[in-house]
């Protein structure tokens, strides 16, 4: 398939995206299952609000909206496409040292890590939010208004999600409140698509600095809470053969019956294996190869999404994708008539593991607490968020949005309004105090 014909398939698709969160964050059965919180968290809660050092972090909060809004044009109109976040990095980094981190640097992969240190640090308290968007280099990334509504591919998803975090910092600097944990302030790189996590993965890489709870922050609104990690495994298969003319060379092995063949047996099988259990899906998302209409193609190629909050159904559905290509291979190389054999590739292109944290410990239970407090709906959903990668390796971890509306995510017609989004800052200020405890 040519450059403009997969552009073609693709664009209409960015056009339809409708929701700031991914679609796999709708409300499962579990989601809709009732949670009780304990009150022992919302009096926790309560009490930390009406601490006056809190409350004046609040008021700056207001205070700060004008500047947070001018933050939010300066970093969504820095374009940060898929791997090339670079540029973003560096004006974000430059952003937390001048509110006052304590230290600030750019790792190896360009995410960008401020230290704000605890009176006793002997715990490390992470809130982050993802520095790149899904949108390739030369999208216009301007910000255009209409009345309240601010339009940009971005604007949500989610560099909001960046100044919320930003505005935290400020609040705490400038309301003086000093936490017992070491609090460290992150923009990542890489969790969009076949960004994989990586800035997160390498974040919390073997051997790195322990983290005791994870804060994402992601999304809009003030009621959803991701608790569960939703594992994803993607691949680009490639069937190859010698290609070539229809007539001439007619016999050689053909890598579009090997596709077709691994597509209908992978897809026929994957359907018996996910209608029970675990809600597991699989996608053969893309297709490829081929140069003209009387030529034997060369290659022939497809990307492959399979998702579970179950690391068992994920594997399951993984094997017989596997098995399928192999069944594929085998076959169209037994049909042919002269020449070499087919040969396939199957390379891993995205690895997110599952995982999930019980709505009972405490991280999760004081995010329901504060969304309470501020009168909304705690709403706890699965996910595949930057959370994921901590939710795998048994950190305390979750997803939270950064406050106002939105939607149309990954979509050139992206928008947010601020509406009441100081109630965001207010909630990640909560959870992060709740978790990281105040020394003052």
Known sequence: MNQLVKVAFVAPLLLTATRLFAQEEEADEESKKVVPIDKRYETEISTLAQKPAVQSAFKIFNDLEPQTKQDLYTLTEIASPPFKEAERSKKYAAMMKEAGA????????????????????????????HLDTVFPAGTDVKIKTKGDTLYAP??????????????????????????????????AVG???????????????????????YIAVDGHGIETITHRGLGSHRYRITFKG????????????????????????FTTDA??????????TYSV??????TSINAIPYESWMEVDMRSES????????????AAVQRALKEENAM?????????????????????????????????????????????RVGSTNANIPIAKGIPAVTIGSGGTGGNAHSLREWWINDKGVLGLQRILLVLLSEAGTAN
Do not use: C
């Open 102 to 129: 304590d230290s600030v640097w750019i790792d190896e992969v360009n995410n960008v890590i401020a230290k704000r240190k605890g009176k006793s640090g002997k715990k490390t308290v992470v809130v982050e939010a």
């Open 154 to 187: 971005g604007v949500g998803d989610d560099t909001r999600g960046l100044t919320a975090v930003l505005a935290v910092l400020k609040g705490l600097e400038k309301a003086k409140i000093e936490t017992e944990a070491d609090v460290l302030f992150v923009g």
């Open 191 to 213: 969790e969009e698509g076949l960004g994989d996590l990586r800035g997160v993965k390498h974040l919390l890489r073997d051997g790195s600095p322990k983290v005791d709870s």
């Open 242 to 265: 010698p290609g070539g003319h229809s007539y001439g060379a007619f016999g050689i092995v053909n890598p579009h019956g090997a596709l077709g063949k691994a597509i209908n047996y």
């Open 271 to 280: 359907d018996k294996f996910t209608r029970e259990g675990v809600k597991t």
């Open 285 to 290: 998302s893309v297709i490829g190869g081929g």
């Open 311 to 322: 690391k068992e159904k994920l594997a399951g559905v993984d094997k017989l994708l596997q």
């Open 336 to 380: 042919k008539r002269s020449g070499p054999d087919l040969t396939v590739e199957v390379k891993l292109v995205g690895d997110r593991p599952s995982g999930r944290i019980e709505p009972t410990i405490p991280l999760v239970q004081r995010a329901m607490a504060v969304s309470k407090y501020l009168q909304g709906e705690p709403k706890l």
